[in-house]
């Protein structure tokens, strides 16, 4: 969040590219880092628009390369988190709610604007729905 930017797949450029300027993106977090035994999470834990800027590469070693695009965070990615436990049975793109867990697997994915909704409820449950469907 602190640098502005998403990176996925592995910093592959290809899911990057199918990002618009304006499109909002909401971060699923599994554990607190991508370690095997870091602690679970579990919730949607930010809520950003992308960008109009390009993709770039950065060098962060000799063998990693990883591209990245610029994104705005909302204020409230750092205070409103949505736990996933209560949401599944509402969630669309989650198909088998027994392992809703693998839907996460697919990386960068759309979803209906049901489901954004619903997501978005939960982050957001100060605000009114005008302001929920436009995403700020």
Not at 28 to 37: F, G, K, L, P, Q
Request: cysteine-free; hydrophobic content about 35%; aromatic content about 12%.
């Amino acid at each position: 969040m602190e640098g502005g930017f998403t990176q996925y797949g592995h910093g592959k450029r290809t899911a990057l590219e199918t990002l618009s300027p304006g499109d909002i993106l909401v971060f699923y977090s599994a554990r607190e880092t991508v370690a095997r035994n870091s602690p679970a999470v579990q919730r949607f834990t930010a809520h950003a628009k992308v960008k109009d800027s390009p993709v770039y590469q950065v060098e962060m070693s000799s063998t990693f390369k990883p591209w990245r695009k610029d994104i705005e965070f909302t204020p409230e990615s750092k205070l409103k988190h949505a736990d996933i436990r209560p949401l599944i049975g509402k969630l669309d793109f989650i198909k088998d709610k027994k392992h809703w867990g693998m839907a996460f697997r697919r990386g960068l994915f759309e979803i209906s604007e049901k489901d954004y909704g619903v997501i978005a409820e939960k982050m957001f449950a100060t605000r009114t729905g005008a302001q929920i469907k436009e995403g700020i």
